[in-house]
């Protein structure tokens, strides 16, 4: 199974709102990614998490807060975003980072900000 | 630093014409190529990879060969279907297997 799932497929929110994304794998994999993806370019990389331990926050704004509870699901909480943060954030996997390894993505969660 | 150049789209084709997506890259050390396709309202799927030169990878009739003399990876297929409209990646993963996209090629194939 290659499956890695997302939560909520759609999400709409206001600028003064919180709200979590949250991404599951269960196929042993030790490092998982956030991209954020805009209408017609391709995925930006937003953070990674290497066991469980945040490896690279690509300088994110703050109103971005990523989370690995367990090696199996990742969470982006989400405060105070502005209209330019509507997108579409793909949660990834693989199986390190120490080596080269196919990345395996989520669907997506299609996010609008009002 | 790292990067992958794609042929810019859109390409529109006709059922059973022949596809080539260009992609070149600029990579230090021995990086691993990827492709990956995007259906509308979807996220990436890994379609082929190839982990050192002059190795192919193939899947559902695309091909791609990685050719360190020319840093190409040109995805192609034979006889492309209408099901095959859709966005592609190229990608380039290098150390701490950080991925470099490029730009994403649309491909519609009309009947």
């Given amino acids: ?114 | 630093g790292d990067s992958v150049t794609q042929m810019e789209g859109p390409v529109t084709l006709s059922e059973e014409a022949f596809l080539t997506i260009n992609c070149t890259y600029t990579a230090t050390g021995y990086p691993s190529l990827f492709w990956y396709v995007q259906y509308p309202g979807e996220g990436l799927q890994l379609l082929l990879k190839a982990t050192k030169a002059d190795d192919k990878g193939s899947n559902k009739g695309f091909e791609a060969t990685y050719r360190k003399e020319t840093t190409s990876f040109h995805l192609e297929k034979g006889s492309v279907q209408v099901s095959d409209s859709a966005v592609y990646f190229c990608a380039l993963g290098n150390t701490g297997n950080q991925f470099y996209f490029g730009t994403g090629t649309s491909l519609t194939v009309i009947p």
């Fill in chain 1, 1 to 114: 199974d290659t499956e890695v799932t997302q939560t909520p497929k759609h999400l709409v929110m206001g600028m003064t709102n919180k709200k979590s994304l949250k991404c599951e794998q269960h196929m042993g994999h030790r490092a998982m990614y956030w991209y954020k993806q805009k209408a017609k370019k391709p995925p930006e990389l937003m953070f990674v998490y290497s066991y469980e331990k945040l490896s690279i926050n690509e300088s994110v704004p703050s109103r971005f807060s990523p989370e690995c509870p367990n090696s199996s699901l990742l969470n982006l909480h989400l405060h105070a975003l502005q209209p330019e943060d509507s997108a579409l954030y793909l949660c990834a996997s693989s199986q390190t980072t120490s080596g080269i390894y196919e990345q395996y993505f989520g669907p997506g969660t299609r996010l609008t900000v009002t």
